[in-house]
């Protein structure tokens, strides 16, 4: 798979249009896929079971999309071999009074993974410089001192979740965030579908047709996103959403070789385990309660 296709290469400038959200690489169809897709769950499942017993990194994934393009599915099939002792995902709705009452970052340092295990953000902090952005009027219920906010607020939010991302980087987090590249067409297409069949109707919400009025204004806003906060340490990839089994394909295969770089390995014991290993193995050979 072409990884570097779908990466915003830190320091440059991106446009949206010059990604596709149909492209399925070298894959023609669900099922030429299927075996790369099923290969890298169990390599995951594998891989997280060393980062756990390793306990030194920690991975933290955060999907972004417009509604409908497939974050939950993503979520569920990507990770369904994982142990979920050694997994966690944060789902961020509207902030509560507890968290307006804190500044921006704070509800999502109280969720990052702990070492050794992964972190799953389905939306994130970035809202603050999407939703908040499309929508202004949203600030004033942040409470931020009125000099402060200022036409430069984007830039410094920028600068400060760049800030942010280094500091979990240096600190032993590997950091991969996805853009779920859905089309406004296969969004309506996923929408109507939601409304005309019964089992799907929950999934539905007129906010969601409400915010498609935006998408021009989300597009500008993602675009602004990827060109100032891709980083080496914490890099963007823009994953095609339209046909829902590459994108799960595609993110499984980034998040399989991000850990595979990571030379993970299990702990050595010291002398003095391998000393204690020895000694209970010894008891357990003398050891007839189970015989």
Not at 87 to 109: G, I, N
Not at 242 to 266: G, H, P
Request: net charge positive; aromatic share 10%; with cysteine.
């Amino acid at each position: 798979m072409n990884k570097e296709r779908l990466l915003v290469p830190p320091g440059k400038t991106i446009k949206l249009k010059d990604f596709d959200p149909a492209y399925t690489g070298k894959f023609s169809s669900k099922e030429d896929a299927a075996g790369k897709l099923q290969s890298d769950i169990v390599k995951l499942a594998a891989l997280q079971d060393v980062l756990y017993a390793q306990d030194t990194y920690s991975l933290l994934l955060i999907f972004q999309a417009m509604d409908a393009a497939g974050k939950d599915g993503v979520i569920k099939h990507v990770m369904s071999g994982v142990n979920p002792q050694g997994c966690q995902v944060v789902s961020f709705k509207t902030p509560s009074a507890e968290e307006l009452a804190h500044d921006y970052l704070w509800r999502s340092m109280k969720q990052m993974p702990e070492r050794g295990r992964i972190g799953i953000f389905n939306r994130s902090y970035y809202e603050e410089v999407l939703v908040v952005r499309v929508h202004p009027e949203i600030l004033g219920n942040q409470r931020i001192p009125r000099q402060l906010v200022t036409k430069d607020i984007w830039k410094e939010r920028f600068e400060q979740i760049n800030a942010y991302e280094r500091y979990l980087s240096r600190n032993g987090t590997v950091i991969l965030k996805f853009f779920l590249n859905i089309s406004n067409g296969e969004q309506k297409k996923r929408f109507l579908e939601r409304i005309d069949t019964p089992e799907k109707n929950w999934k539905f919400s007129p906010a969601d047709v409400r915010e498609r009025a935006h998408w021009k204004e989300y597009m500008n806003a993602f675009e602004d996103v990827f060109n100032n906060t891709s980083t080496k340490w914490a890099p963007w990839h823009i994953i095609p959403a339209d046909r829902k089994w590459f994108t799960r394909t595609a993110v499984a295969d980034i998040i399989v070789t991000t850990l595979e770089s990571l030379d993970l390995r299990y702990p050595a014991p010291d002398p003095d385990h391998l000393k204690d290993l020895k000694e209970a193995r010894a008891a357990l050979e003398k050891d007839h309660l189970s015989s």
